[in-house]
Nanobody
């Protein structure tokens, strides 16, 4: 079973930036789409950003123009660059992957993901 590990969370003030990373040691994600998800206390999990195997990306309206999802060329790391952070961005952020080509994660789907990782906590203070 592939275990994804997310890192890079922390506590920053509103307006600040963080960069999250996600990887599974010894595994690359060619042929997969990947996504970032978040869950705040008392709220349902929300798809934040997704990237398909062909590089197509999609973002939730709440983070569009502030967050950027990307991968390294070897597709061993997934990143989420988060700028202009707001208190409402506070949540546990997790990454996930699905073995599929074509348009999937960019559509912010979270069902049917093959692999999930433990999350990293992001706390934004006002």
């Amino acid at each position: 079973q592939v275990q994804l590990v997310a890192s890079g969370g922390g506590s920053v003030q509103a307006g600040g930036s963080l960069r999250l990373s996600c990887a599974a040691p010894g595994y690359d994600f060619r042929g997969h789409c990947m996504g970032w998800f978040r869950q705040a206390p008392g709220k349902e999990r929300e798809a934040v950003a997704g990237i398909d195997d062909d590089g197509r990306t999609g973002y939730a309206d709440s983070v569009k123009d502030r967050f950027t999802i990307s991968q390294n060329s070897a597709k061993t790391f997934l990143y989420l660059e988060m700028n202009s952070l707001k208190p409402e961005d506070s949540a546990v952020y997790s990454c996930a992957a699905r073995f599929i080509r074509g348009d999937y994660c960019s559509q912010l789907r979270d069902s049917g993901m093959d692999f999930w990782g433990k999350g990293t906590l992001v706390t934004i203070s006002s």
